[in-house]
């Protein structure tokens, strides 16, 4: 089922007039509200009148993370604050949150990319949605909520954590989709066996997981573990939440909701496009936001775009799974790593499990590299013969694929701690 055809299945021509005639709206709307943006247009010698197509949007200026709090926590909105009707703010690393208000129409339009996201995965009215997402300040939680009921499914707003009553609700509610991040997603599906419980005893068919980076190969445990077809679902607070974009049964990318919000691929360093199915980073562009809508808002989110049109009948670009975030790319004696490398290598390894930690340290002047894994309680042995033999296979696969040498620390089943939201797979003692 396709939630909205004539958006989701546009003629590209007609799509890209649609884009450029809301670019336009959207750039004359921040250069009369929003003085940051009247400035850094000034500073590029640019006026409203010279966007003409969507084509126009490389002569606009881009907006970093750093804009937003420097700006906290509404100098960047366009809409007058007693319009808003809901504040979300995302927590950073450093220093103060960042505010995301909307308007009653943010909120629809909101409701409206999540109920096609899950419409995409192949939900329907008929099912049962577990959010076992965060509620409160993050999105993942009131944004899958309102996205379920705006599809007419019945939403179990059971939110993260209290693991025991998320397997007793999803077995008698009859939970048919189930919303969470991954890493929790396998946590369930351990607590799941751990209770003895077989995916056969439940109605799940759909997993909508996102907001942290996950690989194919996560995809497939958490498939086997919890008896579910698994799909990915990405989305950031500044640029909306969950539904920016999302996979489909085809499983090859997450098409963007781009009639909303316009993607580009740059080039980290030099802030030009990159060609369709190289790895660049994601930068969006608000076509429809009213409260605070951001021009080319770096994502700082590394991936690809595709622009084939997809067999599943939707014209809307796709992006590939995030391959990790250019500020949270390790450099390690000089060389790039992804901790998705990483997990992509442990995955292939029947021995270990999903459960793992990555330690960035320094001896000296030399970093260092140290991964500590799980063993898959199937292969929990006390041979050190066993032992070493499968820390040796990962460590020859690993420093294949980064070209660097790693440490192996194999960990006994269960003593790496789990996560209920986003997990912290990385420690990075170097910057303690
Ligand atoms: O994580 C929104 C969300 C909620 C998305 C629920 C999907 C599901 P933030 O907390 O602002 O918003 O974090 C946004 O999370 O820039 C990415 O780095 C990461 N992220 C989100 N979805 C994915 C995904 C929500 N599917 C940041 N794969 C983004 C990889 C993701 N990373």
New binding site residues.
């Given amino acids: 089922m396709i939630w909205n055809e004539t958006a989701e299945c546009m003629d590209l021509e007609q799509r890209r007039e649609l884009q450029g005639y809301r670019l336009r709206d959207t750039v004359a709307r921040v250069y009369q509200n929003v003085e940051f943006y009247r400035k850094k247009m000034q500073e590029l010698g640019i006026e409203p009148g010279d966007i003409k197509t969507i084509d126009d949007i490389v002569k606009l200026p881009f907006t970093t993370k750093k804009d937003l709090r420097d700006n906290y926590p509404f100098g960047l909105c366009a809409a007058p604050e007693s319009e808003f009707v809901r504040i979300h703010a995302?927590s950073g690393t450093t220093g103060k949150p960042t505010a995301v208000p909307h308007t009653r129409k943010d909120l629809d339009m909101f409701a409206e990319n999540v109920a096609r996201s899950i419409c995409c995965t192949g939900g329907t009215s008929k099912d049962v949605v577990q959010v076992a997402?965060g509620y409160g300040l993050?999105?993942?939680g009131l944004?899958l909520h309102d996205g379920a009921t705006r599809l007419g499914a019945a939403v179990i707003p059971i939110s993260g954590g209290n693991t025991r009553n998320q397997l007793t609700l999803m077995k008698d509610f009859k939970s048919s989709i189930l919303a969470c991040t991954p890493s929790y997603a396998m946590f369930l599906a351990e607590a799941l066996k751990e209770a003895g419980i077989s995916p056969e005893e439940l109605h799940l068919r759909i997993g909508i997981f996102?907001?942290?980076?996950?690989s194919d190969e996560m995809r497939k445990k958490i498939e086997e573990g919890l008896g579910l077809t698994a799909y990915?679902?990405?989305?950031?607070?500044?640029i909306m939440?969950?539904g920016v974009a999302c996979s489909c049964q085809y499983q090859n990318g997450l098409h963007i909701a781009e009639d909303h919000f316009f993607p580009e691929i740059l080039d980290p360093d030099t802030l030009q496009p990159v060609a369709d199915g190289m790895v660049g980073e994601m930068t969006f562009t608000h076509l429809t936001k009213e409260a605070m809508p951001l021009l080319r808002y770096r994502?700082?989110?590394l991936c690809t775009l595709n622009h084939e049109p997809c067999e599943c009948g939707r014209t809307n670009v796709r992006m590939g799974?995030?391959l990790g975030?250019s500020d949270d790319m390790l450099i390690i004696r000089g060389v790039n790593v992804f901790p998705s490398q990483i997990e992509s290598v442990l995955l292939e390894v029947p021995e270990v499990s999903a459960n793992y930690v990555i330690i960035v340290d320094r001896q000296g002047t030399l970093d260092t590299l140290e991964v500590q894994v799980e063993l898959d309680e199937k292969y929990i042995t006390d041979e050190m013969v066993e032992l070493d033999k499968i820390a040796k296979k990962i460590k020859q696969k690993l420093d294949s694929v980064l070209r660097i040498g790693v440490k192996i620390t194999l960990a006994e089943h269960k003593t790496i701690q789990r996560s209920e939201g986003k997990a912290k797979r990385v420690i990075d003692k170097r910057k303690i």
């Fill in positions: 995302s997402y993050f999105t993942g944004g996102g907001a942290e980076p996950w990915d679902i990405y989305g950031l607070s500044e939440g969950p994502t700082r989110d799974r995030i975030r």
